[in-house]
């Protein structure tokens, strides 16, 4: 819902009405909206100070915001690959949240926008674990690679990366 949550092992994701009755329930006030997109793909890093300090991506794919939990800062350069582990899928209105999540709450901690932009996607494949984008953020910019690595116990890992040569 908020950060740090592990996908379900089925690999399925959770539905954007389903993402608003889980916050709606817990009494936390976030952005709730028609979930509608207003033409281009974003993404966004949050930067979320929580129990440790990460920045939380996020691409719009398929009509929600895919994301990931990424432990240290993002890559700006090419060759610098940071680890990135998957999350809840959250609806497209949290592409604007910053805040403070209170104490008691899941992900309590302020959230602050760290990057946001367009995104392209060039190729997601999600059988083979291979998700290539170009963004256009101003943090981020060119073409960026998620790459599914072997799972780590039962949690499901991804590297992420700047492509060389963009």
Known sequence: MYASTSMPADGSTMKPEQNRNERHSSGITEPVGSGKSSGKSVF?????????????????????????AVPK?????????????????????????????????????????????????????????????????????GVYCLIRTKPRGDKEQWLFFRKKGE
């Open 73 to 141: 800062e993002p890559p700006t350069e090419p060759g610098v690959k940071r680890l990135a582990i998957p999350t809840k899928d959250h609806s497209l209105e949290y592409a604007d949240f910053e805040g403070e999540i209170p104490k008691g709450h899941y992900g309590a901690g302020t959230v602050k926008m760290w990057d946001r932009g367009t995104f392209e996607p060039l190729e997601v494949d999600d059988e083979k674990g291979k998700i290539i984008f170009r963004v256009d953020g101003q943090r981020l910019s």
């Open 44 to 68: 966004v890093i949050q930067e979320h100070d929580s129990k440790k300090l990460h920045w939380d991506l996020r691409l719009q794919i398929g009509g929600v915001l895919r994301s990931w």
